[in-house]
């Protein structure tokens, strides 16, 4: 009789000890293409205890996309953060693969809409430098309201807003953002309804008509050249080369090491 009520007593303490632990995750219900996924989650589990977090895109079967590994912090929650970027509109779904956790609510689904068609930007892709950047379209159905727009600078901080952009009375927009150099930036729309897409601009050094660097140097260095220009002829590349080293220093030694890299990776 003692061994029943031993064993049945120990099954009791198990299976309190397993409910004891849970682990519940949320997610957004619908995300726009380019919106970062957050997944919150919460559990009784100890601190740093490691977790794994799948994306899944749900289509008649379920293919993971990407997993992360988080820990449990010193409030008992988790994050994680999935770059929406290069998906696909359609149905997903984020899970904690995990067994035997009771009441625990370990998977989320969520769409993915794309927004991208609500944009027509009519900046150019690449514009020259001129201290300002250039930012104007049209949103679809937001007429006589605004947009709200964010501008990310090559150094990946926020340069401008979020501000708000009036439209007219055919979704039209422009506005030109202060920049303090060239490199790539990062524009973000947002309207009424929600996140729209981010878009890329390009800004280039100031260009001659002659598809050369505008020559910045000071006063003392093109008299040097011209005293020197007596006695050889400069060649184009040479020209070019001598133009980059002038606005390089006038720019500042982070813009140039921005665009040393940026050449690099083409």
């Known amino acids: 009789m003692k061994k029943i009520v031993l064993l049945v007593m120990g099954l009791l303490f198990l299976s309190g000890y397993a409910a004891a632990y849970e682990v519940n995750i ?5 995300l726009t293409l380019g919106e970062p996924l957050v997944v919150t989650g919460t559990t009784t589990f100890g601190i740093g205890t490691p977790f794994d977090v799948v994306l899944y895109y749900q289509l008649t ?19 994680a953060v999935f770059d929406t970027t290069d998906l696909k509109a359609g149905i997903y779904k984020v899970e904690v693969p995990a067994n035997g956790l009771g009441d625990s609510v370990t998977m989320r689904q969520i769409q993915l809409v794309d927004r991208s068609d609500d944009l027509d930007l009519a900046s150019p892709a690449t514009q020259n430098f001129t ?12 007429i006589n309201s605004g947009v709200q727009i964010v501008v ?3 150094d990946n901080q926020v340069l ?25 930036y990062d524009v ?17 050094p100031q260009q001659s008509q002659t598809g050369t660097f505008v020559e910045t140097a000071s006063p003392n260095s093109l008299g040097a050249s011209a005293q020197a220009g007596t006695g050889s002829q400069t060649t184009p590349v040479e020209t070019q080369k001598s133009s980059e080293v002038a606005v390089f220093s006038a720019m500042g030694a982070g813009a140039a090491t921005f665009l040393f890299c940026a050449r690099r990776k083409k």
């Open 26 to 30: 949320d997610t957004p219900v619908t």
């Open 61 to 79: 079967t379920a293919t993971e996309i990407k997993r992360k590994t988080v820990y449990v912090q010193s409030d008992k929650t988790f994050t």
């Open 131 to 142: 201290g300002n950047l250039y930012v104007a379209g049209t949103i679809k159905g937001e």
């Open 152 to 154: 990310i600078g090559p």
């Open 160 to 184: 401008y807003g979020p501000q708000y952009v009036n439209t007219n009375n055919k979704g039209d927009f422009s506005t030109d953002v202060p920049i303090p150099e060239p490199g790539e």
């Open 188 to 204: 973000s729309f947002t309207d009424s309804r929600g996140f729209i897409s981010t878009r890329t601009l390009s800004v280039i």
